[in-house]
């Protein structure tokens, strides 16, 4: 019959065996202590580290960025803040978008094609969540100010650390009924 005792249960009880047997005690001893703790080391792993305080405010600094240039007409400006890959991905009104030159493409379809314009963006209600050293989440609103209305809506972002930085590499917005 296997011994169901968890492994750490077994090494305890094998250490203070190995004590009863007399001069190997110490050595074996030292030799268990180190193991228990390199095991517990392994099962509790280190703390983990704190993700860097600038790292949420690089995040709300690359929106804030990626609204003025939109402000500004400047779109390729406003597309820094997105992963310059094929793996990028866009969901929006039903469609799902792969690609950094196609996102591209779609905002200049929409938003600057003829008789179109791109507004003033604001960005609010944001929640950035660092994940990790490298990951992060934001969740809030969008809103545009154009001459024809006020379309605005959620989105969910989910960003990687780039070499050049913070980059969106998932983009979800959704738009509200306009009121």
């Known amino acids: 019959m296997a011994d169901k005792r968890p492994p750490i249960v077994r090494l305890t009880w094998g250490v203070l065996g190995l004590f009863m047997l007399g001069e190997l005690a110490v050595g074996a001893l030292v030799v268990a202590v180190v193991v228990f703790l390199l095991a517990m080391w392994g099962v509790v792993g280190a703390p983990a580290a704190d993700p860097v305080p600038d790292d949420a405010k690089a995040i709300r600094q690359l929106l804030t960025d990626q609204a003025a240039a939109w402000n500004h007409g400047d779109l390729d400006g406003f597309m820094l803040g997105y992963w310059r890959d094929p793996n990028l991905t866009f969901f929006s009104e039903g469609t799902v978008t792969r690609g950094w030159d196609a996102t591209l493409e779609r905002y200049r379809k929409k938003y600057q094609a003829e008789g179109r314009e791109t507004g003033k963006l604001t960005f609010s209600d944001l929640d950035v ?8 989440v934001v969740r809030g609103r969008w809103q545009l100010e154009l ?3 006020k379309p605005g809506g959620l989105y969910t972002l989910l960003l990687r ?18 009121k």
């Open 147 to 149: 001459k024809a209305g």
């Open 161 to 178: 650390k780039k070499s050049e930085g913070w980059r969106i590499v998932h983009d979800h917005t959704s738009a509200a009924p306009e």
């Open 129 to 136: 969540q660092v994940l990790g050293p490298d990951a992060a």
